[in-house]
């Protein structure tokens, strides 16, 4: 993901006016990079935008281990059912 280059920013300019810059954020929700000494710094995002980032990064987890787990069934790694639970009882 590309960054747009009209929301990248010193960090000094963010210090001096963050009021300002968590406004364009709530409108926006566009995130804003932070410099220090011309170099990206830091990365700054609304909550909400924060949160569905999160959401879909769990989700993303969730599907990459259903999709090994499904792998490892097709190559004979799974077990019965009734084996797994009652593995599951002995370790509880």
Known sequence: MAFDL??????????????A??????ETSA????????????????????QQLMDRMALLESMAGL???L???????G???DEAFAQLQLEA
């Open 79 to 81: 077990m019965p059912l």
């Open 31 to 50: 995130p804003i990079v932070l410099t220090v000494n011309g170099k990206a710094a830091a990365v700054v995002q609304d909550a909400e935008s924060y």
């Open 6 to 19: 009209r929301n990248v920013h010193p960090l000094s300019d963010f210090q001096r006016g963050a009021k």
């Open 21 to 26: 810059f968590l406004a364009t954020l709530r």
């Open 71 to 77: 792998e490892e069934f097709e190559e004979g790694k």
């Open 67 to 69: 999709r090994q787990s």
